[in-house]
């Protein structure tokens, strides 16, 4: 191996193990509450549910916190970045689908569908990934649903106080003891034949209005259960600390 390629191979691994440990520490220190059980607790209560959660690209730093270790699958960009997510992804029970709208679209969206079919957790799209535009939901995760028979469930969230990075997804990142709390919107079926003007006139407007109306839900604190832990999903919020 070249010492160019080594020193990129150890580069690489000490940004995965710094990213790891920065994001443990801050979650051990939120203060996280939820407005509805996640599809994991209700199938530990017995019910028969899975669905695929849609969430924004800039929520993956609390997406990783919110749903670890519960045998989740998510597609991940096949760029840099995208190497780096999926190694922390993975430290946390992720399966990580390598793929984006330009390169292995179509074979990452085939294993995300065959995850569905053979994995029995539930499954995680950023719906405006792997490059924006920011809050623009993409057809994937249509796609994705009408292929593998699961409902599209939307995760809104909502943090406290925040740094935002300069990254095209604008992501947030909790500051430390901030509150979080997040809530689910209702489920949405989509048929396996649907007419082709319904995926931007119908499928894909739905999805967005839902995923707004559930980061509401989460931003509202009225009716939010008392109940906290260590797991959150975090979103906008009224104090915001830009990321230099």
């Known amino acids: 191996m070249a010492a160019g390629e080594r020193a990129s191979g150890f580069k690489l691994w000490a940004t995965v193990a710094l ?10 220190t939120y203060r996280c509450t939820y407005r509805d059980e996640l599809y994991t607790r209700r199938r530990d209560r017995g019910e028969d549910v ?41 430290g946390y029970g992720f399966l990580a689908v390598r793929g984006s709208s330009t390169r292995g679209a179509a074979r ?14 539930d ?37 406290d106080r925040f740094w935002r990075a300069g990254s095209w ?11 979080v709390r997040y809530a ?4 949405i079926h989509v048929p396996t034949e649907f007419a ?18 559930a980061h509401d839900r989460a ?3 009225r009716g939010v259960p008392p109940r906290t832990d260590n797991m959150a999903v975090g979103r906008a919020s009224p104090e915001e600390t830009p990321i230099p």
């Open 108 to 121: 990452a969206l085939l294993e995300f569908t065959r995850a569905a079919r053979e994995r029995d957790g």
């Open 123 to 159: 499954l995680v799209i950023t719906v405006d990934g792997p490059k924006g535009p920011v809050g623009s939901v993409k057809d994937g995760i249509v796609f994705a649903a009408s292929r593998s028979g699961l409902p599209i469930v939307p995760l809104g969230v909502h943090v």
């Open 184 to 187: 689910l919107g209702p489920p």
């Open 50 to 90: 899975r669905c695929i959660y849609a969430v924004w690209h800039g929520d993956l730093w609390f997406i990783m916190g919110a749903l670890k270790h519960q045998e989740l699958s998510v597609i991940v960009s096949s760029s840099r970045d995208g190497e780096i997510i999926t190694r922390v992804l993975e």
């Open 219 to 221: 931003a509202d604190e």
């Open 196 to 213: 082709k003007a319904d995926l931007a006139g119908v499928w894909i407007p739905r999805v967005a209005e839902a995923l707004s109306a």
């Open 169 to 179: 997804d604008r992501m947030l990142v909790g500051k430390p003891f901030t509150r």
């Open 19 to 28: 990213a790891a440990v920065v994001h443990r520490i801050a979650f051990w």
